[in-house]
């Protein structure tokens, strides 16, 4: 049976609006508004259970287990929901959590016509994830049972993360490096989706905190976040915007204002599709709200995310 021009171009755009070349992109996107919101700047930066996906060692940092939730309205009306937690205890970390992320509503015809119905492009990742602190640094191991459809195929697979990180100068500064997404896939239609691998190495520094003397009760804690990425996977992007086989960096920003406002901003170097975010957080007793926003470059529009942690 073949698909109608509808059913390619879908495949093309959920694909291309995701500013990659390999597949299963949520693997490469930020779970919550606080990762987007640095533009993925998350190698050296604790954020729950979301960090099973950008260095699992940061789980053990976490000074108190979690609950995390988001959802991001993508463009394209894709739609990515994000669920996890985090269970810190005697320095160790066990961390679960699910990832989907995908797109309905499509016709599908085999000639002009009436349809055969409506299909969809889904992608969903469960994962669980293992860290230690052994007091000088801390590792940690995650793994993702992995699954596409798109309609009518279906391939499932594996991937599994690796990473170490440490904190000095009293923690003001945090070191962290990790291997991204090694595994494979099942063929889709006798070709097995490529996973978007990596090696990253970051750091988060906090370089000033500052009180007027007028205002001694809202200091300001700003904290600059750097990582670089480089790519394993030898697929090539076609895309003249962005080149995922080349290096490139994640750069971030926050400002944390009386220990109840958070302000981020990122920027990622080598993408004219998406190279900026912003975002704000609200700090209560247990409870953080996130939202992030990412404006596209490409005419797609601008993507929304809320995010909430919840502090056990």
Same mark, same amino acid.
């Given at each position: ?37 640095? @533009? ?9 259970? @979301?960090?099973?996906? @950008? ?8 000074? #108190? ?14 739609? &990515? ?7 810190? #205890?005697?320095?160790? +970390? ?11 509503? *499509?016709?599908?015809? &085999? &000639? ?16 669980? +994830?293992?860290?230690?602190?052994? #007091?000088? *640094? ?5 793994? $993702? ?5 798109? *309609? ?13 990180? %440490?904190?000095?100068?009293?923690? =003001? ?37 500052? +009180? $007027?003397? #007028? ?52 920027? =990622? ?16 007793? =247990? ?10 470059? %490409?005419?797609?529009?601008?993507? $929304? ?8």
């Amino acid at each position: 049976m073949k698909a109608n021009i509808t059913f390619f171009f879908s495949v093309f755009l959920i694909c291309f609006t995701n500013a990659q070349s390999s597949g299963l992109q949520l693997l490469e996107v930020g779970p919550t508004a606080a990762e987007l919101s640095i @533009s993925e700047a998350a190698v050296a930066t604790p954020n729950g259970s @979301s960090s099973l996906y @950008s260095n699992p060692a940061l789980l053990a940092m976490d000074e #108190k287990s979690s609950i995390s939730l988001g959802y991001t309205s993508w463009i394209a009306d894709a739609n &990515n929901l994000f669920g996890g937690i985090n269970l810190v #205890k005697n320095r160790r +970390a066990i961390s679960f959590s699910f990832y989907t992320s995908g797109i309905t509503g *499509f016709e599908q015809r &085999n &000639n002009p016509g009436e349809s055969n119905g409506d299909f969809s492009i889904q992608y969903l990742s469960i994962s669980g +994830a293992y860290a230690h602190d052994f #007091k000088y *640094f801390s590792a940690g191991l995650a793994a $993702h049972y992995l699954n596409e459809e798109v *309609f009518p195929f279906r391939a499932s697979g594996y991937a599994v993360n690796f990473g170490l990180a %440490t904190s000095i100068v009293d923690d =003001k500064i945090r070191i962290g490096t990790s291997l991204l997404n090694l595994g494979q896939m099942e063929e889709l239609d006798q070709v097995a989706t490529e996973i978007p691998s990596s090696f990253n190495i970051g750091f988060a520094i906090d370089i000033f905190e500052f +009180a $007027h003397f #007028k205002s001694p009760d809202l200091p300001i804690l700003a904290t600059l976040m750097a990582d670089f990425v480089h790519p394993l996977d030898d697929n090539v992007s076609n895309s003249q915007d962005f080149t995922p086989n080349e290096s490139y960096f994640n750069l971030g920003i926050n400002l944390l204002v009386s220990e109840i406002v958070e302000i981020r901003a990122g920027y =990622k170097t080598q993408d004219n599709v998406r190279p900026t975010s912003f975002g704000l957080g609200f700090i209560a007793e =247990k409870v953080t709200f996130n939202y992030a926003i990412v404006p596209f470059n %490409t005419g797609f529009g601008t993507v $929304h995310s809320i995010g909430l942690q919840y502090q056990l």
